[in-house]
């Protein structure tokens, strides 16, 4: 039967009443606060409640009929959920969000002040102009550096790459334009590349040395490859650091590369830029200044809830090469005259208003908080490749150089170490007590973990090897007794 209008009207003040949402709210903040103590204090929970897809897939009623409450829905959601404030929670390279942090979300949900056009979302537009100040600052870069807050550093790559092509359109009389990435780039990186309209041809890999750094060495010979093709090579791809495994390409002799040869310089800084904030560490970024673009992602290692990355140009003027679309309804000046429309710089159209937490963070908690917080998950980091390198029986893939490291167990005269470390790896998040991931190198796979948990210590670092250790002697006990059952 169809509603009444009363009766739709009941049902809109009943959904907009401010008294059931104060009693929700506070009901949904105490839960979580319980709930980030238990994680905290390590007590007894799994990191991951794992389940099978297609078991929790089924799990979940279809949609639709409004015969739930928001506090079973929120009870169970947090109890399936992985775990990131976990201190064992040590998988991809995402933080436990600041609490803060997320409480700001709510309030930018809330007010669903988006940030695509000033009128729409004021204060949040001031704010984030003051954050890309501060990151150019931070970056080492002119006063006129300018950019843009955006959803993801995926977003991020996929605008400046756009940026560079823009920048070349007219230079090429018409050669096609090549991309120089290093073997060990993101996959967001060619990704972006391939939806710019580069072939396979037109993505030029530059390789890698034997600890997995761009070798800058080989960069001429990388042009002349491209040129080979009759492609001309327009820009770099850099990292900053890598995803694999932590490390960073020689930012300054690729820069003075793409100097010298008249090229961009784009920094894929997604998880290791923010590495500028410790002074311990701020050398691994030597040669970030002489970079066209930089994307930093705000939701990797500054402790932001997701999305929230940023693209900076050291050339503020660049901001603008992405898009030059005019929409009378939206953007109805030349964008220079509108800059405080942040659509002339971003792909997004509804901009979520990301700004609000990482303006608030860094003025409640101040800067310094992020620079301790980067170096101590560096130096765990490093603490944590010691222990490997002095365990028998384990092998470190490489050197960290961030807070990511990878290493596998390798007991001698054992076969197939690959499937191996598969089988620890599920063994391991199916048991609740970690949650690490796993990555394929060149000698094969490896266990890998991103240590962002600012409480995660050593001695979750040393169990966490004990663990792998029996996880592994008991599958090779299993090995060997179904080969002597197979062979009775
Ligand atoms: C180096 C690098 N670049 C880009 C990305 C993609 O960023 P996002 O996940 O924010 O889209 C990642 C994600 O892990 C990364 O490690």
């Not at 002339?344 to 901009?351: D, G």
């Not at 365990?391 to 499937?419: M, Q, T």
Request: charged share 25%; net charge negative; aromatic share 8%.
């Amino acid at each position: 039967l169809p509603s009444k209008p009363e009766e739709i009207e009941s049902a809109a003040r009943q959904a907009f009443d401010p008294e059931l949402f104060r009693l929700e709210g506070h009901a949904l903040v105490d839960r979580m606060a319980d709930y980030l103590g238990r994680a905290t204090r390590r007590e007894p929970m799994p990191v991951l409640p794992w389940k099978d897809p297609a078991e929790m897939a089924q799990s979940w009623p279809p949609v639709g009929d409004g015969a739930s409450s928001f506090p079973d829905l929120f009870a169970r959601f947090l109890t399936e959920a992985n775990h990131l404030h976990h201190p064992r929670y040590i998988g991809h390279q995402v933080p436990p969000p600041l609490p803060m942090a997320a409480l700001c979300d709510l309030l930018a949900s809330f007010t669903n002040n988006g940030m695509a056009v000033y009128e729409m979302g004021p204060s949040g537009t001031a704010m984030e102009r003051r954050i890309i100040e501060w990151m150019a600052a931070r970056l080492g870069f002119p006063s006129d550096a300018d950019g843009v807050l955006t959803s993801g550093g995926s977003v991020a790559n996929l605008t400046a790459l756009l940026a560079a092509r823009n920048a070349f359109a007219e230079r090429l009389n018409g050669k096609r334009p090549a991309f120089i990435v290093s073997e060990h780039a993101h996959y967001s990186v060619t990704r972006s590349l391939k939806m710019l309209g580069f072939a396979a041809d037109q993505i030029e890999r530059a390789p890698v040395d034997e600890c997995f750094r761009m070798r800058a060495d080989t960069l001429e010979a990388s042009v002349r490859n491209a040129e080979a093709r009759g492609c001309t090579v327009i820009g770099i791809s850099a990292n900053a650091c890598t995803t694999p495994t932590g490390v960073y390409d020689p930012l300054d002799a690729i820069g003075a590369f793409c100097a010298k040869h008249g090229l961009w310089f784009h920094v894929d800084g997604a998880h290791g830029a923010s590495a500028c904030l410790s002074s311990k560490y701020r050398g691994l970024l030597k040669g970030i200044e002489r970079a066209d673009s930089v994307v930093w992602d705000v939701h990797k290692m500054m402790l932001m809830p997701a999305l929230v990355s940023a693209i900076v140009y050291r050339n503020g003027e660049h901001s603008y090469l992405p898009f030059s679309d005019r929409a009378t309804y939206l953007l109805d000046k030349e964008a220079r005259e509108e800059w405080y429309n942040l659509a002339h710089r971003t792909l997004e159209c509804t901009k979520r208003s990301i700004s609000l937490k990482v303006y608030a963070a860094l003025q409640v908690y101040g800067e310094k908080f992020f620079g301790d917080y980067v170096e101590s998950r560096y130096d765990l980091a490093g603490k944590f490749a010691q222990m490997v390198r002095k365990a028998p029986r384990f092998e470190l893939a490489a050197e960290p150089e961030a807070n990511i490291v990878c290493f596998r167990y390798k007991p001698g005269g054992a076969e197939s170490l690959d499937a191996l470390q598969l089988k620890i790896r599920s063994r391991l998040i199916e048991s609740g007590a970690f949650y690490i991931v796993q990555t394929g190198l060149p000698a094969g796979r490896f266990l890998r973990v991103t240590i962002t948990n600012p409480l995660t210590d050593e001695n979750d670092l040393a169990q966490l090897l004990e663990e792998v250790r029996s996880i592994g002697e008991s599958i090779l006990r299993e090995r060997r007794e179904t080969v002597s059952a197979g062979g009775s």
